[in-house]
């Protein structure tokens, strides 16, 4: 008799046991997933910000040459190192130059 009750307690206390790990395994897990949720959310964030003032940047930008805005450049190398933004009606200008097509 003396030995189940043991047997008993000793399956009760090993139950208990992983009971208690299971427990604090699931709120691991849960104060991990906010930790990671928290940091998509700040480099979402992040993302969107630094993405909106890219586009606007690269929204249309103005032919070197003729000064017109053009939607579509096409960027040369000038002699001075400089990058330059070509229209289409002034590629042949640029390559008259023989300047680096980037
Ligand atoms: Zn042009």
């Known amino acids: 008799m003396g030995m189940s009750l043991t047997a008993i307690w000793t399956i009760g206390g090993i139950i208990g046991a992983l009971i208690l790990a299971w427990a604090l395994f699931k709120i691991g897990g849960k104060v991990r997933d906010k930790a990671e949720a928290s940091k998509v959310i700040k480099m979402s964030l992040y993302k969107s910000r630094s993405g909106k003032?890219?586009?606007?940047?690269?929204?249309?930008?103005?032919?070197?040459?003729?000064?017109?805005?053009?939607?579509?450049?096409?960027?040369?190398?000038?002699?001075?190192?400089?990058?330059?933004?070509?229209?289409?009606?002034?590629?042949?200008?640029?390559?008259?130059?023989?300047l680096n097509r980037l």
């Open 53 to 98: 003032s890219g586009k606007g940047k690269a929204d249309k930008k103005t032919c070197s040459f003729c000064k017109k805005k053009s939607a579509r450049l096409a960027f040369y190398a000038s002699e001075t190192g400089q990058v330059i933004g070509v229209c289409d009606a002034c590629r042949p200008q640029a390559e008259r130059r023989a």
